[in-house]
T-cell receptor, first 116, second 110 residues
Framework: DAGVIQSPRHEVTEMGQEVTLRCKPI?????LFWYRQTMMRGLELLIY????????DSGMPEDRFSAKMPNASFSTLKIQPSEPRDSAVYFC??????????????FGPGTRLTVL | EDQVTQSPEALRLQEGESSSLNCSYT??????LFWYRQDPGKGPEFLFT???AGEEKEKERLKATLTKKESFLHITAPKPEDSATYLC???????????FGQGTRLTINP
């Protein structure tokens, strides 16, 4: 059973460039979460979707960040333009509210973003 | 505002030396408290969910307990492969988001 899939695993870009991170949640999961992890701030929630609809984007740091979920099996997090302070590891997580499911979220392997 | 504080920040033990990690929390009505393990370069891996004070869960050498203010992750006779960062998170009633602590970096020396 495949877990959450993220791509790319590593991204190095220059300041001002557009960056797109991709996520495929676990099949059948109806919630999708985007997190950012840094040494200073730990794991922070950026935005989450329920049934492909954005529910809470209060954690998105600036208008430079946007996220979409065009269907149940794909989501993107875009940063345009990127800045050095965006350098972090970005995680996607999903969870199910189906019968018998707990409240736990399942995380992908992350995308390590470096903005030079 | 919901908050999670983990202690210690780092812990170094000898193989077989049991200890406990602490997670103190404040939340507006607890829906669940979660423990995750994170290895370097990987995403957090789910370990346990605790829902109410007095609840305990076990998995191999790990046991998680919960009170109204804190949770403990007890590690009994740890092995080097237990070395990782352990993260604690809370979910408030009516919320979907998890609020994470900063983690405890555990190192088990052979």
């Amino acid at each position: 059973d495949a877990g959450v899939i993220q791509s790319p695993r590593h991204e190095v870009t220059e300041m001002g460039q557009e960056v797109t991170l991709r996520c495929k949640p676990i099949s059948g999961h109806d919630y999708l979460f985007w997190y950012r992890q840094t040494m200073m701030r730990g794991l922070e929630l950026l935005i989450y979707f329920n049934n492909n609809v954005p529910i809470d984007d209060s954690g998105m740091p600036e208008d430079r960040f946007s996220a979409k979920m065009p269907n149940a099996s794909f989501s993107t997090l875009k940063i345009q333009p990127s800045e050095p302070r965006d350098s972090a590891v970005y995680f996607c997580a999903s969870r199910s509210t189906g019968q018998g499911a707990g409240n736990e979220q399942f995380f992908g392997p992350g995308t390590r973003l470096t903005v030079l | 505002e919901d908050q999670v504080t983990q202690s210690p920040e780092a812990l170094r033990l000898q193989e077989g030396e049991s200890s406990s990690l602490n997670c103190s929390y404040t939340v507006s009505g607890l829906r669940g408290l979660f423990w995750y393990r994170q290895d370097p370069g990987k995403g957090p891996e789910f370990l346990f969910t605790l829902y109410s004070a007095g609840e305990e869960k076990e998995k191999e050498r790990l046991k998680a307990t919960l009170t109204k203010k804190e949770s403990f992750l007890h590690i009994t006779a740890p092995k080097p492969e237990d070395s990782a960062t352990y993260l604690c998170a809370v979910q408030a009633q009516g919320a979907q988001k998890l609020v994470f602590g900063q983690g405890t970096r555990l190192t088990i020396n052979p």
